[in-house]
């Protein structure tokens, strides 16, 4: 290699740096200095960004790999990286939830309609509009139901209802949940709708 090509190298490696994205490197500009990287707007972000890769972390294997993996694959993400982008805006700088806006799932197919939940001591019911007749894809659909608890711990609460059943009834300790997460499943395609929340 030429002195010339050796500072024309070193040059290009002062402007970038090595990054990788689903493994695979790649070099990206090096990120310009920040004079003030404490700004209350700033620091703020940084909380929100840490409460909801905590969330991932504590999540990882009943939500965030069976349930964000496929989706994220789609868009050329990982899914702890997905649910951040997404969600990080749902969570105050200290860690607190808004539940309006959080998201348990994300996808394109349609979504849960005139939902509706009864509880009964330790009993729910639940109904809802069967928004896909005569769309065989659509109407197998799963039922998939999610408890989170005061520790943001999601827990999956079993379920064999279908899009074109409109109706689950089933037993569990609801008290040890503050909201239910809903949302329809499609295993073949991996696919799912947003997810609807119930506070209990």
């Not at 070099?27 to 929100?48: D, Y």
Request: net charge positive; hydrophobic share 35%.
């Amino acid at each position: 290699m030429t002195k010339l090509n050796k500072i024309l190298l070193r040059e290009m490696m002062d402007e970038h740096i090595i990054s990788h994205r689903n493994g695979k490197p790649y070099l990206k500009r090096r990120p310009k200095k920040v004079h003030n990287p404490q700004t209350e707007q700033q620091t703020n972000q940084r909380g929100k960004f840490r409460a909801a890769s905590a969330f991932v972390s504590r999540n990882l294997d009943e939500l965030i790999r069976p349930y964000w993996n496929p989706e994220a694959k789609r868009r050329g993400m990982t899914g702890q990286n997905l649910f951040c982008k997404i969600n990080t805006q749902a969570f105050d700088a200290e860690g607190k939830p808004d539940f309006e806006k959080l998201q348990l799932a994300v996808g394109d197919l349609k979504g849960i309609e005139s939902l509706h939940i009864e509880q009964e001591e330790s009993n729910i019911k639940l109904s809802w509009k069967n928004n896909a007749k005569g769309e065989a894809g659509l109407e197998q659909n799963q039922l998939k139901i999610f408890g989170i608890d005061d520790n943001l711990h999601v827990e999956e609460i079993q379920c064999s209802a279908t899009r074109q059943d409109e109706f689950f009834s089933g037993h569990f300790q609801y008290q040890k949940y503050i909201g239910l997460f809903l949302f329809f499943w499609n295993s073949e395609l991996s696919r799912s709708t947003v997810s609807e929340l119930m506070i209990l």
